[in-house]
């Protein structure tokens, strides 16, 4: 099983700054098949990225996904106010599917 | 518009049982792997089981294996969960998802419904 760790656990950054949250892998993620997804409270997930990079339907291009092997990584140019919440990334590429322990992005 | 609307969550005793449905429209259900990941209450999101597009495929988390059975009725484009043994540990949102693209069971969740909350206590 392949564990995910995320850090850090909280980030406190203002509307208009950058964010930048990683995705460790405990080995190798196959094909870089690696997925990040927003939730936000009583909500469902929203998937934003997957296979590391490819950006989902509808996702704003101030969100990027990079990355490779065990170290992946989720940035977000400039905050806006929608965008606090908490992501997950997960790896898609062997079973079990497995995610990581989450960042929150909290208003600062 | 794809849309996942999942029912039959609610309160249970240790030991019970419980079936959730996964209503799907707004896509080609029966082309499509599914999938189950639940969320404890303030904790991350688990994947429990997933399911091929014709039903032959089926996986398991560890945590459920041997307690969970997942299946599907294409012909009503409708996702099951069927939960024995249920333990304390069980209680979740519990999400229905499709997957992205069709093909193998392995691969990322597009769309999601809104959860059905399972509460296993006595």
């Known amino acids: 099983e392949i564990v995910l760790t995320q850090s850090p656990g909280t980030l406190s950054l203002s509307p208009g700054e950058r964010a930048t949250l990683s995705c460790r892998a405990s080995?190798?993620?196959?094909?870089?098949?690696l997925a990040w997804y927003q939730q936000k409270p009583g909500q469902a997930p929203r998937l934003l990225f997957y296979?590391?990079?490819s950006r989902a339907a509808g996702i704003p291009d101030r969100f990027s996904g990079s990355g490779s092997g065990t170290d992946f990584t989720l940035t977000i140019s400039r905050l806006e106010p929608e965008d606090f919440a908490v992501y997950y990334c997960?790896?898609?590429?062997?079973?079990?599917?497995?995610f990581g322990g989450g960042t929150k992005v909290e208003i600062k | 518009e794809v849309q996942l609307l999942e029912s039959g969550g609610g309160l249970v005793q240790p030991g019970g049982s419980l079936r959730l449905s996964c209503a799907a429209s707004?896509?080609?259900?029966?082309?499509?792997?599914m999938r189950w990941v639940r969320q404890a209450p303030g904790k991350g999101l688990e994947w429990v089981s997933t399911?091929?597009?014709?039903?032959?495929?089926?996986l398991y988390a560890d945590s459920v294996k041997g307690r969970f059975t997942i299946s599907r009725d294409n012909s009503k484009s409708t996702l099951y969960l069927q939960m024995n043994s249920l333990r304390t540990e069980d209680t979740a949102v519990y999400y229905c998802?499709?997957?992205?693209?069709?093909?193998?069971?392995?691969?990322?969740?597009?769309?999601w419904g809104q959860g059905t909350l399972v509460t296993v206590s006595s």
């Open positions: 998802a499709k997957k992205v693209v069709p093909g193998t069971a392995l691969g990322p969740s597009d769309h």
């Open positions: 707004g896509f080609t259900f029966n082309t499509f792997v």
């Open positions: 399911i091929g597009d014709s039903g032959d495929t089926t």
């Open positions: 296979g590391a990079s």
């Open positions: 080995q190798s993620v196959s094909s870089s098949s």
């Open positions: 997960q790896q898609h590429g062997s079973s079990p599917l497995t």
